[in-house]
């Protein structure tokens, strides 16, 4: 029996990216005549015509499976519901616009049945195309993410990967609602084969992402994988005891030696806001957590499913 590769692709307004993506990968796929594939198509609540490309590309080809969100539910959701629904013994990820190279799938699969990878992944060495102010605040993301959660995020990762079933049903035993699956890649351990290749500009469309969700994003990922944020309040708090200390001694030898001349108000203004400012970013921090919390205990599903082609025994309506 030849094995099952699932490849899934979140696809948000990718009209006119997704026909483009099918042929490449069509013409991937005949290389590889080893192996059946499944495509889950992923419509995460478009509002162009993506939905209706999906539905023709299933059409003609059995191979394509399609699944429609009742709304836009982002890509992480995205992608938790292909994993939910993929039966591949071998499962990808790859984003519709063809960044994520299906070119590589071949070198993927040697990687995870010839030389015992749990996973092959792909990272991107350059960023060609990218503005010169996202690329940086990337880079100092993934450091800083690094940093904290002393687990390994590999700069430039991407969230295309082939994973083994094994390494699919550890990351779906992480029920957590707040995902961020490259965090939950790393957590997981598994043995990944990493693949440098040189950055693809997207075929069509533009990116569906702002700065404002990108900072979400690097904010969901550090609150995810670190407490650190919470002891730097701790920290902060003892540091500016130390400080007041020092200066209550300070004012007090002060007016021993040379009197109490009654000035210093401006300055006292400044302390009082930069201390209250201080407890304020500490308290906002705590509450991040507190958010975090409350969104866990609802356990509202993280999609529902409008629309699909999946076999209804198999078909997971909400995940
Ligand atoms: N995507 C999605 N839901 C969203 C945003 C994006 O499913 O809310 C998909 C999108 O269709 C694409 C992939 O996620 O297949 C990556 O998005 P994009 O190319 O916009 O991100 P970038 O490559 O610019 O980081
Ligand atoms: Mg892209």
Redesign the pocket.
């Known amino acids: 029996m030849s094995k099952l590769v699932s490849l899934i692709?979140?696809?948000?307004?990718?009209e006119q990216a997704l026909p483009l993506f099918y042929e490449q990968t069509l013409h991937i796929i005949e290389q590889l005549p080893a192996y059946n594939f499944e495509l889950i198509l992923?419509d995460?609540g478009s509002r162009d015509g993506t939905l209706r490309v999906a539905k023709e590309l299933a059409a003609r080809d059995a191979r394509v499976r399609f699944l429609s969100f009742s709304r836009?539910f982002?890509?992480e959701s995205?992608m938790y519901a292909g994993l939910l629904n993929a039966s591949g013994d071998f499962v990808a990820f790859m984003?519709?616009?063809l960044?994520d190279p299906p070119a590589l799938l071949p070198q993927m699969l040697t990687a995870l049945t010839e030389e015992g990878y749990d996973a092959a992944a792909a990272r991107r060495q350059t960023r060609t195309g990218e503005g010169r102010i996202r690329s940086f605040l990337s880079r100092r993301f993934y450091s800083m993410m690094n940093r904290l959660t002393h687990m390994e995020i590999v700069q430039g990762a991407r969230d295309f990967r082939l994973m083994t079933r094994a390494y699919v049903n550890a990351l779906l035993a992480l029920s957590e609602r707040c995902r961020f699956t490259k965090g939950l890649f790393s957590w997981v351990g598994f043995r990944t084969k990493w693949i440098s290749y040189e950055n693809v500009e997207?075929v069509a469309g533009e990116?569906?992402?702002s700065m404002t969700q990108l900072f979400r994003y690097a904010l969901e990922g550090i609150i995810a994988f670190s407490v650190a944020p919470l002891s730097f309040a701790s920290l902060l708090g003892t540091a500016f005891c130390g400080i007041s200390l020092l200066g209550f001694l300070f004012v007090f030898f002060r007016a021993l030696f040379c009197g109490d001349p009654v000035a210093g108000w401006p300055s006292l203004v400044c302390i009082l806001l930069f201390a209250s400012g201080i407890q304020l970013f500490s308290l906002g921090m705590v509450g991040q957590y507190l958010a975090r919390v409350y969104t866990e205990t609802k356990r509202r599903p993280l999609y529902i499913c409008r629309e699909s082609n999946l076999p209804e025994e198999k078909f997971v309506r909400m995940g």
């Open positions: 692709v979140p696809c948000y307004n990718e992923v995460d836009n982002g890509k995205a984003d519709a616009d960044q997207r990116t569906k992402w």
